[in-house]
């Protein structure tokens, strides 16, 4: 059954509520000709006397409540003082992101390919910052080893095994999961390459996710890749294309327009931008395979 979503007098959402209870309004006056309607499929919320003919029939014009009286010679329908505000929006709210956060309406989540293609670009991203930081901590405690432990090779081993570890393991854990947890808990709620790609992370009621639970969503991530990675392909295949961390989390992965004053814009498609960053990325594996082969197969000729 169809549901509808309408607009009171003070412009606040109402429903959802069936065709009876939406035609059950209009007979009691209760829904005004100039109020706004809304159900799945339609692209953006139009006037009750537009949509009146899908729940009271072919007449519904001759049906509707009569027409305010015009006066001054002025249309009261087509020159109110002030626009009609969406029936989304609360009472009073202030709009930092993409048109802030609106309840109801369509949500498109974001596919698999999409996740991978925002993943590749945050992984660049990150990768090079990363391995900035690495070389600046390897050397600076491979340079205090050595000059506070000159002459005592056992110290100097003990301080490099340090500087591997806190460089090559410490750091960049630290800064993946401060990036992916400030980036989501951000505004626009979207690593770089999610805004790249036109996808973000909501909580599973939409709102923005909490700088903690962005936190323990990365950590997610690490134990969704055990195991072959089958806590991350299950975004492939669950109902509203979750992984493990999600699932975990209570988190959900959008269009970007989710969930904000303008749900229409939302795409389904692949987009340009994740298309050309899965076809590099599909041309970068096929070329570290060749390269393997081509190794293998030199070491094989060296051999014999």
Known sequence: MTQWYYSDDDRNRQGPVDASTLAGLHESGQLAVDALVWREGMAQWQPWRAMAHEVLGPDASAAAPAAPTVTDGMDPYNSAPAPLASPYAPPASTLTDLGGFQAGGEVV????WKRV????????AVGVVSWIVQMVVMAVFFGVSA?????DSAGLLAGGVMGILVGMVIVPLALQAVYFAAFHASARQATLGKMAVGIKVTSDDGHRISFARGIGRYFGVILGSLLLYIGLIMAAFTDRKRALHDIMCSTLVVDQWAFTDHPER???????????????????????????????????????
């Open 147 to 151: 000059g506070a432990l000159a002459g």
């Open 266 to 304: 939302q795409r389904h498609e692949l987009g340009t931008v994740a298309t050309v960053i899965l076809v590099i990325g599909g041309l970068l594996v096929l070329a570290y395979i060749g390269l393997m082969v081509l190794v293998g197969f030199m070491a094989a000729m060296g051999n014999n």
């Open 109 to 112: 989540y974001a596919g698999f």
């Open 117 to 124: 293609a925002a993943y590749m670009i945050d992984s660049f």
